[in-house]
């Protein structure tokens, strides 16, 4: 059984920043593809980035040059470091992990950006 905790959301002025991490317990492995997806009051889930388990990454335009993703493998940690947050970016963040084409999905930290 595989679970993920996501945690670091909240609200936070236009321009700030923050990190969200989310901690995956049970049966995954360093090779399995983990990432971050959010969706936005009244729109789809849309994917905003992805890591693989040797580091390669990708990002959705919209976020490109202001968000980075990292892993720590020993600690089953994914992380999301988020600079120059925008009002756009407001949305609930869920990480996932993609064990042999199985994803898995934590509950969602909710970010907030708002003057």
């Known amino acids: 059984q595989v679970r993920l905790v996501e945690s670091g959301g909240g609200l936070v002025q236009p321009g700030g920043s923050l990190r969200l991490s989310c901690v995956a317990s049970?049966?995954?492995?360093?090779?399995?593809?983990m990432g971050w997806y959010r969706q936005a009051p009244g729109k789809e889930r849309e994917l905003v980035a992805t890591?693989?388990?040797?580091?390669?990454?990708t990002y959705a335009d919209s976020v490109k040059g202001r968000f980075t993703i990292s892993r720590d493998n020993a600690k089953k940690t994914v992380y999301l470091q988020m600079n120059g947050l925008k009002v756009e970016d407001t949305a609930l963040y869920y990480c996932?992990?993609?064990?042999?084409?199985?994803?898995?999905w934590g509950e969602g930290t909710l970010v907030t950006v708002s003057s």
């Open positions: 996932y992990v993609d064990r042999f084409e199985t994803y898995y």
């Open positions: 890591i693989t388990g040797v580091g390669s990454t």
């Open positions: 049970g049966h995954i492995f360093s090779i399995n593809p």
